[in-house]
């Protein structure tokens, strides 16, 4: 079988498949770094994806994660936005399209997303190690696709990516 390419913008880094659309097909999302853009590739079967949708992001994008943060049952995008200092979250309005990104400060450099529920509410929050800034960030979910102000927590210099773990087994 021979490969097929498909175009994104300026830059391509960061990327998760997952289904956005809900048609039981995994879609492709890419972080376009040198166009501060999102690309959204759907699936179309038979191993083949729509040209992008691109949505545009903060400088730099690079870490990318989808899922669905305000419980409407579709699968949100959330970015780090590192020369901005912030994560942006769009969210699915449905048919794999999205919403403009809603951004969140973080501090200097969040090289990476990671979505966990830290405080066991049933809701995914947002970490991001904060290289510039030599400390993770949790943001909490509220409920409804917004998160509150980070809360910082210091970390050795230069942090670029961070795992949430249970380390002491309390839930």
């Known amino acids: 079988m021979a490969q097929t390419t ?20 995994p879609d492709i999302i890419v972080t376009n770094l040198k166009s501060n853009t999102i690309s959204v590739f759907l699936n179309i079967g038979n191993g083949r994806f729509t040209a992008q949708t691109t949505y545009s992001v903060g400088t730099s994008p690079n870490s990318v994660k989808v899922v669905d943060v305000n419980n409407d049952s579709k699968p949100d995008i959330i970015v780090s936005n590192v020369f901005d200092n912030n994560v942006g979250v769009l969210l699915n309005i449905g048919n794999g399209t999205f919403t403009a990104q809603t951004t969140y400060s973080t501090g200097a450099g ?62």
């Open 6 to 25: 498909y175009s994104t913008d300026s830059g391509p880094f960061g990327m998760t498949v997952v289904d956005v659309n809900n048609d039981s097909k």
């Open 110 to 171: 969040p090289y990476n997303v990671v979505i966990n529920d830290v405080n066991n509410d049933g809701k995914p929050d947002i970490i991001v190690p904060n290289s510039g800034s030599n400390n993770v960030g949790v943001l909490l979910n509220i409920g409804n696709g917004t998160f509150t102000s980070q809360t910082t927590y210091s970390t050795g210099i230069h942090p670029y990516s961070v795992e949430v773990i249970d380390v002491n087994k309390d839930g």
